[in-house]
């Protein structure tokens, strides 16, 4: 199961900043495109729950990316549409391994160090990141819709407008 830990900002991916733009880029993740409904996915199994955003479990889905081995994989969903993807793994190893095939596939990317590795790429419609800590030796990796997360950060704000007027 995936934990509240795993999600910052109670149900959205990890803050992004600093990202290289993608030459290539991404209108799927494992063959769901972006935007789908959840209604349409029968093999997705509810794992969090932050009332519009929602995490699932894919059932028999590939715990592995190349020869890296991956300890789960969620895929997140906005008011119904598959928004974000956030994969769990352990190990340096398997860090080496993953920040190798995403270079591949997508150039060099921003590199920070906070806490560990951190390597970011910005495309039009998708933003991701590889992130790696070193004391805790594991990492993730997140691929986020923008139009989706925008759509989440508006909807934020006006909760918080009407929440401030509770003060």
């Known amino acids: 199961m995936l934990t509240e830990n795993q999600y910052s900002r109670q149900g959205r991916p990890p803050y992004f900043s600093n990202f290289v733009v993608l030459t290539v880029g991404s209108t799927s993740f494992r063959g769901i495109k972006w935007g789908t409904s959840i209604s349409e996915l029968p093999d997705m199994s509810l794992s969090e729950d932050y009332g519009n955003s929602k995490f699932y ?6 715990l592995k990316i190349g020869d890296a081995d991956i ?12 928004y974000s993807v956030g994969i769990m793994y352990n190990g340096s190893l398997n860090f ?9 596939q997508y150039g060099q990317a921003q590199q920070q160090k906070q806490f560990g590795e951190h390597y970011s790429w910005l495309g039009e ?3 991701i990141a590889v992130r790696y800590n070193e004391i805790a030796k594991s990492g993730d990796i997140w ?17 918080a407008k009407k929440g401030a007027k509770d003060l």
């Open 57 to 62: 479990l894919r059932k028999g889905d590939k």
């Open 71 to 82: 300890d789960r994989i969620g895929y997140g969903f906005y008011k119904g549409l598959f």
């Open 96 to 104: 080496k391994k993953l920040k190798a095939i995403f270079v591949e």
């Open 125 to 127: 419609t998708v933003k």
């Open 143 to 159: 691929y986020v819709f923008k139009p989706l997360e925008k759509e989440q950060e508006k909807d934020d704000e006006q909760k």
